[in-house]
């Protein structure tokens, strides 16, 4: 059994994978040793692996911490092997989450050339080639991100968030806000799909469902891209 741990920048994921199958799987708003001890004591992994793009000094604290009850650790980073071919130009730099979901299309759409988006506290748009190559890709400003800083650097505008049912056109400055980010963000994402014909594409990240309905082509919606891919990770360094 494999311990997943996935440190966002809004929280963090745990997981425990079996032969490729999640058992279990739990959000938390903060990480803490304590919150991993269940998962220990219930499961007793036999590997594990942690990826943060946040606090590096955390990861290693995690890290150390396992290394009572786990005897083959991967603090993820750019230099832990991956089945993919990372062709980042500064890998150093690479949100380590990004090239995680990579590994986890590779493996759900194998041969196939991907388009990634995370839907996160930044929307990340990858590209991935059939060949098994991370080419990069672009990152933009999440939904809750721009929500908060048309608030953070403007007199008067409320924070807003978003509506089940958005219009096109606002009529009131909380419709007008809601409206103005949900389709700027829509839009987005639509041009880099109309761009990317060829394309199969995948949808991750806790913002993807609002945006999925909207979209006219085929797509994919894999909420835990990431804890697959950092299972893919685990699987081919210690070959389990």
């Known amino acids: 059994m ?19 199958r999640f058992l279990t799987m739990k959000h938390y708003n903060k990480l803490t040793f304590e919150a991993l001890l269940p998962f220990l004591e219930q499961y007793c992994p036999e590997a594990a692996i942690c990826s943060s793009v946040a606090d590096e000094n955390d990861q290693s604290a995690i890290c150390k911490m396992l290394g009572k009850y786990v005897k083959k650790i991967i603090p993820f980073n750019h230099t832990t092997p991956v089945p993919i071919k990372n062709c980042y130009a500064t890998p150093e730099t690479l949100g380590i989450d990004r090239l995680a979901a990579a590994v986890g299309a590779n493996h759900l759409f194998p041969a196939t050339d991907c388009l990634i988006f995370d839907c996160g506290t930044a929307l990340t748009i ?85 945006f999925v309905r909207n979209i006219k082509k085929s797509i994919f919606v894999v909420c835990n891209l990431v804890l697959i891919g950092l299972n893919q990770v685990i699987n081919n360094v210690y070959r389990l």
Request: some cysteine.
């Open 126 to 210: 990858d590209i991935l080639s059939r060949n098994g190559e991370f080419l990069g890709g672009n990152i933009s400003p999440g939904m809750q991100t721009r929500f908060k800083a048309l608030n953070t650097f403007t007199a008067k505008l409320p924070l807003e968030d978003i509506a089940e049912n958005v219009p096109l056109m606002g009529t009131t400055t909380t419709t007008a806000i809601q409206a103005g980010v949900f389709h700027g963000l829509s839009y987005e994402i639509e041009t880099y799909i109309n761009k990317n014909p060829h394309c199969t594409i995948i949808f991750s990240g806790g913002d993807a469902l609002f």
């Open 2 to 20: 494999n311990l997943l741990i996935d440190i966002g920048n809004s929280g963090a994921k745990v997981a425990i994978a079996d032969k490729g």
